[in-house]
Every structure is written in C-alpha cells, then in structure tokens.
C-alpha cells in the first residue's frame, strides 16, 4: 500500500521547520474515530492523510469531505460493510472542505511530474471519514487534507515533493 509505505519514508525525510509525525491508521470503520480523538490533531499546524485509490493513475488531493458512511460493496478490513448509508456526527453540516491549499499542491506536484488532480469526492469509505473526522477533531486549529495515492506512485520521489510543498506553506 502506498499510503503505508509514504509514513515510513516520510518519517525519514527532514523538513527544514517541521517536525513530522506519521502513524498508519486502521481500516476498520469502528476504530477511526477514537484513533483520531487519541491524535489530539488540534496541536499540530497541518494534518494530511493519505490512502490508497486503486482505481487512480494520478495523486488526487481531496477538496470536501462528506459528513457519510456507506460501504455496501466494501468491508473494512474487520469485515464490516455499512449497508445503510448515515451521518457520521449527525449534528455537522453535510459536508466540509479541505482548510489545506489542495489547488495549490496539486499544480506543484504536476510542475514536479507527478501527475495530480484535485478530486471533489473521497468516497464514503474509510477514506471520508478519516478526512471528515480529521477536519471534525482538528477544530479548524490547522489545515487538514486527504491525498489519495495510486498503486504505482513512486514513493520517494512524492514524499520529497510533498516535503517541498510544506516548505512553502
């Protein structure tokens, strides 16, 4: 998975000005969101999540998050499908959008040959609602994405990429 291989080469890169920290989440829709609560995302300046869009052939940083879970087709990897699509805070507005400059890392990363498009959907998989917690939980403190990653993105080369992205920030 490259999402996971991206925490790990990550973690290695310095960013002059930043301290990073990386953490593989689960796929299991139950665990996400007292993960993200344990996280306290509020105390860092930006939070990014990555995950794995097999169907892609291009990095794809999402734009708005839906306050939805429905996954009939998919199980997460404890099994569970969710049959019957629901808010995830029934008390948030339907939708949130990145606080992160997705626009703006998109074109860097097509001037740097990695293919990039801004995608206005990350699903209703596990996806969203990591995204859609992250901006729940980080109370607007910081800026909060998710990039979608293809199976045949050069790690390396995009985790250098995405250091340099920070660098302008």
Known sequence: NPSERLCHEFSEIEIPGWEVS??????????????????????????????????????????????????????????????????LIPELPLAQMASFPVEELSKFLNEKVIESKVSFSAGTYICNQTFFYGLSYSLGQNQCAFIHLPQNLDVKSFAESLGRFLTRL
């Open 22 to 87: 990386t953490k593989v989440l689960p796929v299991v829709f139950d665990e996400i969101p007292d993960v993200l609560a344990d996280l306290e995302l509020g105390q860092y300046d930006v939070v990014l999540f990555t995950g794995l869009a097999a169907s892609r052939d291009h990095v794809t940083p999402e734009k708005i998050a839906l306050n939805w879970l429905y996954s009939p087709d998919r199980a997460d990897n404890s099994g569970r499908k969710v049959d019957e699509g629901a808010p």
